[in-house]
């Protein structure tokens, strides 16, 4: 059986300022362009920085609310309305059954792009701004594209489990989900994967999760507690309150995981 | 086939009448025969009420902060000594040493668990709710979590573990958004909906292994021998449409519902 081919991953775009002169392997993560997608929570509090990062924004219907009143929040010492001017979506999506009327208004009026998808009840927010991504890709290609998402976990379950079907479903789609204290990404079974690890602004506490599917043989480097062939199911063994060791984790598996690190309070 | 399978299957009662404020919970039913137990995260709205009628109180190591901090603000009432865990259980690295001379000097039991580096302090908690629980009294047995969702990624998922581990318990996790708790593929499960305090937002998941089969009654979008797996379909944002819904799977189910009005 032929090797499987390796997936890199790196969350240099937490880091407060752009990465250093990179490896000369790494031109791969030079071309990567980022979108980020808003959804209707809190925003965390790196948002302005990934923001500044993207190339591409969306908010998902009340996520432009949150977008409106929270980035000024997030930048006190500075006027509101420069703040909500220089902080546009490029595009409201959804359902348009939470963003507020006078937000709407205020972001079209700037020449925010409003897409009306209330005809369609059958996929959730989320989905609907990640195939319009990856249709409308920022950057040259969407080979490199990574999609960042704000907001889609913590509040009703249901909505975060549609969240994390969403990774599943579109797992040729480098997507990141965000909150104030943790990140999340798929490691598809196609793929060998290795983690860069920016100890500076995430870890150590880390995890694996088989939400889909069990696994009957999964195998990592890196943590304190690696897996050796080893399975994980639930009712029995997840790696939970694992502890990254080393600066690139690597992870096989038999069965897609959820890669969970958590982000360090001054991230 | 359906017939047959109900027939051969145990039913499985869920009520949220716990959630009721006394005076409204029926009078036979015991709503109030709960444990509670209180995970180190912000305590949800309604933990006064949540506190009040439980059966034991525990507080899982940080939890005890938790209630030391911010129970008193919530009922506007400073006097802390209302609010005394019978049992602060875990780990006790998050524990503050003066939360936890407090409450010993009011008498909690401390029970240290720290040499078991092995398990959650949530898994401990229901290990020794469990251990202690007379064979009897099991069946009637119900846990009620707070603080299991939200925060890291894996303690959550570490929590909702612990629903599959203890499957045979019946154990609700709560967070001031909504409940959710396992339903065992075992049974044939008849969920009884408090609309004053719950939905109308709900959802079915197959968290852990997919489901090939899965049907139910009572839902705006039922599902009818429907197939259910992460990157397929899954149940979200469904609405509950009957004062009673009822699912059977193949495969074991997370099922949520929203909360709502509850101080």
């Not at chain 1, 991953?9 to 808003?38: G, I, M, Q, R, W």
Request: hydrophobic content about 35%; glycine content about 6%; charged content about 20%.
């Amino acid at each position: 059986m032929p090797p499987l081919p390796t997936m890199v991953h790196s969350s240099s775009f937490l880091l407060p300022s752009p990465p250093p002169a990179p490896p000369a392997d790494a031109d791969a993560e030079n071309a990567v362009s980022y979108a980020v997608v808003v959804l209707n929570q809190r925003l965390p509090r790196f948002a302005p920085l990934l923001w500044t990062r993207a190339d591409l924004r969306v908010c998902a219907d009340g996520g432009a609310n949150r977008v409106f009143d929270g980035m000024p929040e997030l930048l006190p010492g500075e006027d509101p309305d420069e703040v909500r001017t220089r902080y546009k979506p490029d595009a409201i999506e959804g359902d348009m059954d939470s963003v507020r009327p006078e937000v709407k208004e205020y972001y079209s009026s700037l020449g925010t792009q409003i897409i009306d998808d209330s005809h369609d009840q059958d996929t959730t927010d989320l989905n609907k701004c990640i195939s319009f991504i990856t249709k409308n890709p920022p950057g040259p290609d969407s080979s490199n594209l990574c999609i960042l998402v704000l907001g889609a976990l913590g509040g009703r379950f249901d909505h975060e489990m549609g969240n994390i079907n969403v990774l599943y479903r579109f797992s040729n789609t480098r997507i990141i989900l965000l909150s104030d204290d943790s990140s999340i990404f798929l490691l598809p079974r196609t793929h060998n994967h290795e983690i860069r690890i920016e100890r500076s602004v995430e870890g150590p506490h880390c995890g694996l999760i088989p939400v889909g599917a069990p696994s009957s043989s999964s195998t990592t480097t890196g943590l304190r507690w690696n897996l050796d062939n080893t399975s994980m199911n639930f009712g029995g063994l997840l790696s939970t309150s694992n502890i990254v060791e080393e600066e690139i984790v690597t992870v096989t598996s038999d069965s897609d995981l959820i890669w969970t690190i958590s982000l360090r309070k001054h991230t | 086939m359906l017939w047959r399978t109900i027939r051969s299957m145990e039913v499985m009662a869920h009520s949220s009448n716990f959630l009721l404020p006394k005076l409204h919970q029926p009078a036979k039913t015991p709503a109030n025969n709960y444990t509670l137990v209180v995970l180190n995260q912000q305590l949800p709205r309604f933990m006064p009420r949540l506190w009040a009628q439980a059966k034991m109180r525990i507080c899982a190591d940080g939890g005890a902060n938790r209630v030391f901090d911010e129970m008193s603000q919530m009922k506007n009432d400073l006097d802390r000594n209302r609010y005394i865990p019978e049992i602060i259980e875990g780990d006790m690295d998050s524990i503050r040493p003066e939360v936890k001379r407090f409450y010993s000097s009011q008498g909690s039991k401390i029970s240290d668990k720290s040499h078991n580096q092995e398990t959650t302090d949530l898994h401990k908690c229901i290990s020794s709710i469990r251990h202690r629980t007379p064979d009897h009294e099991k069946p009637n047995l119900c846990v009620l979590v707070t603080g299991a969702l939200g925060g890291r990624f894996d303690h959550e998922a570490a929590n909702i573990n612990v629903l599959y581990v203890f499957s045979d318990m019946r154990i609700v996790l709560l967070s001031d958004d909504c409940l959710i708790q396992l339903l065992p593929k075992t049974h044939h499960h008849e969920i009884y909906i408090e609309s004053s305090v719950e939905g109308p937002h709900c959802g079915i998941f197959p968290i852990g292994a997919p489901s090939t089969s899965t049907t139910t009654t009572g839902l705006k979008w039922n599902l009818s021998d429907a197939e259910m797996r992460f990157g397929s379909m899954i149940s979200t944002s469904n609405i509950v449409d009957s004062d009673k819904v009822t699912v059977q799977s193949d495969a074991d189910l997370l099922w949520t519902i929203s909360l709502r009005n509850l101080t």
